[in-house]
């Protein structure tokens, strides 16, 4: 019912000095009610009051409509960004370097108490495996990429950089090769701009971009065009064709391996860290091509030559009116400036000279290029990107003219956590599933001498993947300050051999087999093989300092009998002797 005006209401006249209708007034008090709620929110945030928040007004997406129809726009922007900006290139590059390295190294850790094994028992067991997974990963001949092009190691970095590159997912199909001579399981790395819906088709039920899901949302399917969307060569084929390639095999075996980030519940595919950052990036890609623009330009356009004639005097001494004389007389003195500094240039080295018209002045508003707050601004825009990529600014910028010791330790702590947890990450999603399918055909041909009764693979397979990945080293800022720290645990146990080598990339198994091996190789050559340990070191020296030359006489004579040695007054009985 709207409301009506009665005789104790003030009447509220329109433009015509009539009452406005009922309808024009309810909608007055309505919008005034909105303006009262907007101004009175519990949050402030959510009020519209504030100039700030007055246009903001975001749509209701989830996490995956979000990127759902600007994956294609976020991925291109940023694959271009990767490619021609030196920063995001060196960005991409620094988060590989410190998560994959040069590779990751194995150590397997199958659970004995679920496989019916002592510790012993897992211990061996684990050491075939890594040894059979050696010579797996870097055979020479690379037929663990389907490509036969890289080792594991970069079959990771490869996966790395797109998973924490431009796409911020990374997937490959796990594939059987039956020409490879040794192991049959291969990998294959494929660009996530491959994944999609076939022809097009919107999202369903059971279908998100690419992905088929079941009623909880877990991948059953993935769909991958035969070619990228910008492949264009001859004998392409039909560009608009998708192959559906099943998650898992019926008995369990991976074939597809899906690596990314879920950052809200219910998204399929990843979104890069990249991405928020990506107006910053092109703000100040924009802001150094303007910089070195206009700083060319000054030093180009560095010289004008004025000719010394005012056109009204000029005229009138030529007795010329009008506009064709005025015109003539310009183009007179063009042709004449024209022929003359042709005949003899005025030659600059990298400076281009200008000629002006008569009576024409050349001013320049005399900007400074680089502009003073050209660094600062650089600075904070590479700040908030290497925060957002989990870098510090040092790590992404390659400066370190402003770090000490304890501001590079603080932050080389810092960002060692979100290392950690990506590696952690991309380990359980791209290198877990991988090394299930390799596993499984190891134990399928065989070639584990397992002890008796312990439970098979295929029985309780989740047992026998437990596994850590040895990444690269966190590195050391003061390795004397350090390798004495990591003495300290050692020894209070607060920690072990194996947590400290892992910190460095290193596995302590194979370290302490070199060190007997070089423990052997220097006995045999007869030499010390502590012989640069500090400690006994020091022991050697405090012996020879206080070792006095009387001593090595009586030592050599007496056979090393104290007592023999000397009288009791202190006097050496083989001065005694020789008297």
């Known amino acids: 019912m709207n409301p009506t005006v009665t005789s104790n209401s003030p009447a509220l006249l329109g433009p015509d000095s009539q009452p406005l209708p009922s309808n024009v007034r309810a909608a007055a008090r309505l919008q005034a009610a909105r303006n009262r709620m907007m101004a009175s929110t519990a949050?402030?945030?959510?009020?519209?009051?504030?100039?700030?928040?007055?246009?903001?007004?975001?749509?209701?997406?989830?996490?995956?409509?979000?990127?759902?129809?600007?994956?294609?726009?976020?991925?291109?922007?940023?694959?271009?960004?990767?490619?021609?900006?030196?920063?995001?290139?060196?960005?991409?590059?620094?988060?590989?370097?410190?998560?994959?390295?040069?590779?990751?190294?194995?150590?397997?850790?199958?659970?004995?108490?679920?496989?019916?094994?002592?510790?012993?028992?897992?211990?061996?067991?684990?050491?075939?495996?890594?040894?059979?997974?050696?010579?797996?990963?870097?055979?020479?001949?690379?037929?663990?990429?389907?490509?036969?092009?890289?080792?594991?190691?970069?079959?990771?970095?490869?996966?790395?950089?797109?998973?924490?590159?431009?796409?911020?997912?990374?997937?490959?199909?796990?594939?059987?090769?039956?020409?490879?001579?040794?192991?049959?399981?291969?990998?294959?790395?494929v660009d996530p701009g491959r994944c999609s819906n076939p022809l097009g088709r919107a999202d369903d039920v059971s279908l998100r971009d690419g992905v088929e899901i079941d009623e909880y949302g877990a991948a059953n399917g993935y769909h991958f065009r035969k070619y990228h969307p910008g492949d264009v060569f001859l004998g392409q084929g039909n560009p608009w064709q998708w192959?559906?390639?099943?998650?898992?095999?019926?008995?369990?075996?991976?074939?597809?391996?899906?690596?990314?980030?879920?950052?809200?519940?219910?998204?399929?595919?990843?979104?890069?860290?990249?991405?928020?950052?990506?107006?910053?990036?092109?703000?100040?890609?924009?802001?150094?091509?303007?910089?070195?623009?206009?700083?060319?330009l000054n030093a180009v356009m560095a010289a004008f030559i004025e000719t010394p004639f005012d056109p009204d005097e000029l005229l009138d001494s030529l007795g010329v009116d009008g506009q064709s004389g005025v015109a003539s007389v310009y183009g007179a003195i063009a042709?004449?400036?024209?022929?003359?500094?042709?005949?003899?240039?005025?030659?600059?080295?990298?400076?281009?000279?200008?000629?002006?018209?008569?009576?024409?002045?050349?001013?320049?508003?005399?900007?400074?290029?680089?502009?003073?707050?050209?660094?600062?601004?650089?600075?904070?825009?590479?700040r908030k990107i290497a925060s957002a990529v989990g870098l510090t600014y040092e790590q992404l910028s390659m400066d370190w003219s402003k770090v000490n010791y304890s501001s590079a330790r603080a932050a080389l702590l810092e960002i060692w956590r979100g290392l950690t947890s990506k590696k952690s990450n991309i380990a359980s999603q791209f290198?877990?599933?991988?090394?299930?399918?390799?596993?499984?055909?190891?134990?399928?041909?065989?070639?584990?001498?397992?002890?008796?009764?312990?439970?098979?693979?295929?029985?309780?397979?989740?047992?026998?993947?437990?596994?850590?990945?040895?990444?690269?080293?966190?590195?050391?800022?003061?390795?004397?300050?350090?390798?004495?720290?990591a003495g300290e645990r050692l020894a209070s146990n607060l920690s072990t051999l194996q947590q400290e080598a892992a910190e460095q990339g290193r596995d302590w198994k194979m370290d302490a087999m070199q060190r007997e091996r070089e423990h052997r190789f220097y006995q045999k050559l007869g030499l010390d093989p502590d012989a640069g340990r500090p400690e006994t070191r020091t022991e050697m020296t405090s012996v020879t300092q206080t070792k006095d030359p009387d001593d090595e006489v009586e030592e050599e004579v007496n056979g090393g009998n104290q007592s023999a040695r000397r009288h009791p007054l202190g006097i050496p009985s083989i001065r005694r002797r020789a008297a």
């Open 335 to 382: 042709e004449a400036q024209k022929a003359y500094y042709g005949a003899a240039p005025i030659d600059l080295p990298g400076v281009r000279v200008n000629t002006l018209q008569p009576g024409e002045q050349a001013k320049f508003t005399r900007p400074e290029h680089p502009n003073a707050n050209f660094e600062v601004f650089v600075n904070a825009a590479l």
């Open 243 to 296: 192959d559906y390639v099943p998650r898992e095999t019926e008995w369990g075996r991976p074939t597809v391996v899906h690596a990314f980030e879920q950052k809200r519940a219910g998204m399929t595919r990843g979104v890069s860290d990249w991405a928020p950052v990506i107006r910053s990036i092109k703000q100040y890609t924009d802001y150094e091509d303007f910089e070195c623009q206009a700083a060319l």
């Open 43 to 189: 949050y402030q945030g959510a009020g519209f009051d504030n100039p700030s928040l007055a246009n903001w007004r975001p749509g209701s997406y989830s996490g995956q409509s979000a990127m759902r129809w600007d994956r294609t726009e976020i991925v291109d922007r940023l694959n271009d960004a990767a490619r021609n900006d030196g920063w995001s290139s060196a960005g991409v590059s620094r988060l590989v370097d410190n998560i994959v390295g040069s590779g990751w190294t194995l150590a397997a850790r199958p659970n004995f108490a679920s496989l019916n094994m002592t510790y012993e028992q897992a211990e061996d067991v684990a050491d075939q495996i890594e040894a059979l997974w050696r010579d797996y990963t870097q055979d020479v001949d690379k037929w663990c990429d389907a490509e036969r092009s890289k080792p594991m190691a970069g079959i990771l970095g490869l996966a790395a950089r797109h998973r924490f590159g431009p796409d911020g997912e990374a997937f490959a199909l796990i594939v059987w090769r039956d020409e490879a001579p040794g192991f049959q399981t291969a990998v294959q790395v």
């Open 431 to 485: 290198m877990g599933p991988i090394y299930r399918a390799w596993l499984e055909e190891v134990f399928d041909k065989g070639l584990i001498r397992l002890p008796a009764g312990a439970v098979h693979f295929e029985e309780n397979p989740a047992a026998w993947c437990h596994a850590d990945w040895i990444g690269p080293g966190r590195g050391w800022i003061d390795p004397l300050r350090e390798a004495q720290a």
